[in-house]
């Protein structure tokens, strides 16, 4: 069974609009209806991301049709909404010029026509485009996506997405632990179910280990004793990843090709695979040529090794520096720049 990565599934669960040209009340429902997107099964990630396309791009399409046959339609402000939503995708993910700045002047028209139950949708919308508007994550940017996550969370403190808003913001602070701490305390007292509990939990435990050694050790699918507090001296570059997950093969490449830029033995690669099949994880390794030491237990997300540590997305990529401490959950941005700057400590 092919796996896609959950940006994929999304883009696919988008509605496959047909031509419009009934009454407003028959066209909003033939578009609702198929919103569960298509039926047919992918045989592979190309396959998908062709779909992905092409469904994003016929939502585009048929939601403008809406617009033209029904300006005054009762849903006229959530097809708004949704053209906005899928312009930020196509702009975010196709680089469609000017995509962005239509979606930000479709929500400027929705809220002029919003009711105050409404509101809300225009102001999370508006959250959202911020997000998919930020660029290499600078410190202002950050900073200023903050006060916009904190200004719906004043607007909209009953929202049941305050929680998952404040997480996700909080994930672009690694550089910034304090703050990091306040927005996934927040998060935690605002979750309203147990997955959402559990998520910041997991992401509290990874942050009280910045700086500290990570408790790993494991007997590697090569037969070899790892533990991670024998290997200071060296930078380590502690990945967890699964065959299964299309961008852990991708991460998989970043840290191949980061690594062999460094000079011989100043940095070690350690793995955690996710598989549920050792065959599956033996094939990848083959085509990775990965020789350096992996750990599998074939428990997947209920591994003590992924349990332990908080580990709850995949890839997850760390750095661990000489002296064996956690130096960075961000692995994955710059790794080159990173490791050179962990192999040229004392």
Not at 26 to 55: F, I, N, Y
Not at 117 to 131: G, H, I, N, W
Not at 162 to 182: F, G, I
Request: hydrophobic share 45%.
């Amino acid at each position: 069974m092919i796996r896609f990565s959950a940006f994929l599934v999304a883009l696919l669960l988008v509605a496959s609009m047909a031509a419009l040209g009934g009454a407003a009340d028959e066209d909003w429902a033939a578009l609702v209806a198929l919103d569960k997107g298509p039926q047919s099964a992918m045989r592979s990630q190309a396959e998908a991301q062709t779909a992905a396309v092409a469904h994003i791009e016929r939502q585009e399409r048929t939601l403008r049709d809406f617009l033209r046959e029904h300006p005054g339609a009762p849903q006229s402000f959530e097809a708004r909404l949704r053209l906005s939503r899928a312009l930020q995708i196509r702009g975010e993910w196709q680089k469609i010029a000017g995509a962005l700045e239509e979606a930000q002047r479709l929500l400027d028209d929705a809220a002029k026509i919003a009711t105050p139950k409404q509101r809300v949708e225009v102001d999370f919308s508006r959250l959202t485009l911020v997000m998919r508007t930020m660029r290499g994550a600078s410190r202002a940017e950050r900073e200023d996506l903050m006060n916009a996550a904190r200004k719906f969370q004043s607007a909209h403190p009953d929202d049941r997405r305050v929680s998952t808003v404040l997480v996700e913001v909080a994930s672009l602070m690694d550089h910034q632990p304090r703050t990091k701490r306040a927005l996934l305390n927040d998060a935690r007292a605002l979750a309203r179910s147990d997955a959402d509990r559990a998520r910041v939990d997991d992401d509290l435990k990874k942050l009280d280990l910045l700086g500290a050694p990570v408790p790993l050790r494991f007997t590697s699918v090569q037969g070899r004793e790892i533990d991670l507090a024998a290997l200071r001296g060296k930078a380590v570059v502690l990945v967890y990843f699964a065959e299964w997950s299309p961008p852990s093969v991708s991460a998989l490449k970043t840290v191949q090709a980061a690594t062999n830029s460094m000079p011989d033995g100043r940095v070690q690669v350690v793995g955690v695979s996710l598989d549920n099949s050792a065959a599956a994880l033996k094939q990848l390794m083959e085509q990775q040529g990965i020789t350096w030491p992996v750990a599998y237990d074939g428990k997947g997300w209920a591994s003590p090794l992924v349990r332990e540590l908080g580990i709850n997305a995949l890839p997850t990529v760390w750095l661990i520096d000489g002296q064996g401490r956690l130096r960075s959950l961000k692995g994955l941005e710059d790794t080159a720049g990173q490791l050179r700057q962990l192999t040229a400590e004392r």
